[in-house]
């Protein structure tokens, strides 16, 4: 190595200007790379981490988009199949109900009712009127007429599976629409037995799916799709591989042994939110990819984030960074005796600047542009820079107090929400012929749920049990509305069937949001323990005996209220016994749902209640609460959990 001694004696004899380009460029070369590379790392690791973090928020929105479409199309057939099971009805009753279903939907592109041979029929072996949009009017058709529907998959799936099923995408009618079929499978009870009566199915077409994926564009290649449960393509920007091809076949075409295995993992409805890299095979170009499986029909969303792309601001910067220090190491080493001082000052007053806007002071002044070079380019970037900064910084403090502001208002509307339900207990501490205890737990700030008592006279007890259609801000004021009305409507001598019915008349005028709710409404006599009911598309409640008998309500056989404006309901009875009880629930309790996609089913809830009929009715609702806790394992709550208990005690006062 060349000693210092060695490099003076060297240099002793060169002039100033040769020492001074010399030691500047030798150090600015090496501060210059330190800087870069430092700069580069640091920009590269902000740029990655920023990706991870968009594509989470980017693929869980998609995917919440294409939920929502799918549950609101479930929740039809389901509501469907109990009417159809728990009701008697005519084919003029079947028709108008498919009508309303297809012309009240806009994602709903035809429904039918297929029954088993014989069922509705006694002297048919099909029967399946089908309601379908066409050239922008609702038309009819007989599937029996059509094909044999028992061989098809929406029919023959939820069948043998005895649940509701999506279908595998296909081309509909003239092969030009894009479709799936949503099956749920309904019965009839022939004394203890249950027997198939027959399957529901609505076809959605999957443009609408189509449309929200075909709306993420990340730069200019990036984009989204979707596959089915088997692994074929139904939306991608290559429109000759969709219906055509699998992930598979796109694997084995390519020799690509990570999208098979990706292919696996998506058909298993596994998710990956951490980005990993892939080939795109649209591009060929390295890309990021997640995917989250689409919980409602099987199916997977993928998104790639072309790497290229998200990196060509950081490679263009680097190398405008690399241009100006070369081109400034070069023309300082030519003229560094005569432009030192112009450089090296405004170079001392941008560092410490830049300084201050790294410690968070986005006021500070930046030097005066005085020249056009190299210096003075990077003056006005820093300026720009610090500009946009500051802009941004703006909108996210204006972004978190709306956020704020929005998570108060949520916070009031459900403070108002539950003070307009009574939640006083006991209720009624003077009145020793009955005791009543209710509790409601909203999926969201504010729930659809509702429940309600009051005495209509001194004899009479009315109590009511509701759930609308929906979550969020719209169900709580349909709700509101809903529970308004019945108060309203209640009169003395008005039986539960009459008041529902002026309830759903009132409902239907207007409701342009086609909302709607279910309702168990009933009129106790504290006297004799006669209950009056109705019930409206709910859940029938479970009756408990002194004796420890428990037993489903029978069902009055009414609809949903708020849907059709001349629907009428009917009212039964039930006599209670001193000690008897009956329990009330909204259907976010046998629905509840775990990790692993489990209900928490009617028949556990029995067995629960069977298992808690000795204790208070309180004791029983909190023990039926605190199932439910443990079979979710903290999953996040679907829906809305409402339970209200009705003891009916007598007139303890006599004897």
């Known amino acids: ?139 009819f058709k007989h599937l029996d007429k059509a094909y044999n529907y028992f061989l098809s998959d929406w029919y023959q799936i939820p069948k043998e599976l005895q649940l509701p099923e999506w279908t595998e995408p296909y081309f509909g009618e003239g092969g030009n629409i894009l479709m799936c079929s949503y099956g749920v499978p309904f019965y009839k009870k022939t004394g203890d037995k249950r027997q198939l009566a027959g399957v529901i199915v609505i ?123 070369i081109t400034g190491i070069l023309l300082l080493a030519i003229a560094v005796v005569y432009i030192a001082r112009s450089i090296t000052k405004p170079l001392r007053a941008m560092a410490q600047a830049t300084q201050g806007i790294g410690a968070g002071n986005l006021d500070i002044d930046l030097p005066a542009v005085t020249s056009g070079d190299e210096v003075g380019k990077l003056t006005e970037a820093f300026g720009y820079m610090k500009a946009s900064l500051k802009a941004y910084i703006e909108q996210l403090t204006e972004a978190t107090a709306l956020k704020e502001r929005m998570e108060s208002e949520l916070k009031v509307a459900h403070d108002i929400q539950m003070s307009i339900l ?67 409507k209640a009169a003395v001598g008005l039986t539960p069937d009459r008041i529902i019915t002026r309830v759903n008349e009132e409902l239907c005028v207007g409701n342009d949001a086609n909302m709607f709710v279910t309702i168990f409404c009933a009129i106790l006599d504290v006297r004799t323990g006669e209950v009056e009911y109705t019930n409206g598309g709910h859940n029938p409640p479970l009756v408990i005996r002194k004796s420890g008998e428990v037993s489903v309500l029978k069902s009055t056989g009414g609809i949903v209220v708020g849907v059709i404006d001349d629907a009428r309901y009917t009212a039964d009875i039930l006599t209670l016994e001193p000690g008897d009880s009956i329990y009330l629930y909204t259907d976010g309790v046998n629905e509840a749902m775990n990790e692993n996609g489990e209900l928490f089913s009617d028949k556990r809830l029995e067995q629960d209640i069977i298992k808690l009929k000795e204790k208070s009715i309180k004791e029983i609702i909190d023990g039926i609460m605190g199932e439910i806790e443990i079979f979710v394992q903290g999953t996040p709550q679907s829906d809305d959990i409402t339970m209200m208990v009705i003891q009916y005690r007598g007139n303890t006062k006599e004897g």
């Not at 790497?307 to 950081?314: A, H, R, S, T």
């Not at 207990?425 to 659809?448: H, L």
Request: proline share 4%; net charge positive; hydrophobic share 45%.
């Open 203 to 325: 076809d959605i077409s999957i443009e609408s799916l189509r449309s929200i994926v075909s709306s993420i564009k990340i730069l200019k290649t990036g984009y989204g799709f979707l596959i089915s449960k088997n692994g074929t393509y139904i939306t991608h920007p290559m429109k000759e591989i969709i219906m055509n091809e699998t992930i598979f076949s796109i694997a084995e075409a390519r020799k690509k042994k990570s999208l098979r295995e990706i292919g696996r993992s998506m058909i298993k409805g596994e998710s990956s939110l951490t980005p990993f890299m892939v080939d795109s095979i649209l591009t060929g170009k390295k890309c990021w990819m997640t995917y989250v499986p689409i919980i409602s029909n099987g199916w997977s969303l993928a998104i790639l984030f072309p790497q290229d792309e998200l990196m060509e601001d950081i490679a263009r910067l680097n190398r405008m960074v690399i241009f100006l220090g």
């Open 1 to 139: 190595m060349i000693s210092l001694s060695i490099l003076q004696t060297m240099l002793k004899n060169k002039g100033i200007a040769f020492k001074l380009v010399l030691f500047f460029t030798l150090s600015s070369v090496c501060i210059f790379t330190l800087i870069f590379g430092y700069n580069y790392y640091v920009s590269r690791r902000a740029i990655e981490k920023g990706i991870g973090e968009n594509s989470q928020n980017l693929i869980l929105a998609s995917k919440n988009k294409i939920e929502a479409v799918l549950a609101a199309a479930q929740k039809i057939p389901e509501n469907i199949s109990y009417f159809l099971e728990n009701s008697s009805y005519n084919e003029k009753e079947i028709y108008r109900l498919l009508y309303t279903v297809v012309e009240k939907n806009p994602e709903i592109y035809g429904a039918a009712i297929a029954f088993e041979p014989h069922v509705f029929k006694k002297d048919a072996d099909f029967f399946a009127p089908y309601f379908f949009k066409e050239n922008g009017a609702i038309n």
């Open 422 to 488: 009574p939640k006083m207990f006991p209720a009624f501490p003077d009145r020793t012929e009955f005791d009543i205890y209710a509790i409601i737990k909203p999926a969201k700030e504010v729930g659809g749920d509702f429940y309600d008592f009051f005495q209509i006279d001194h004899e009479h007890l009315c109590f009511v049990i509701a759930d609308v259609s929906g979550k969020g801000i719209p169900a709580s004021l349909f709700m509101a509305v809903t529970k308004t009305l019945i108060k309203a």
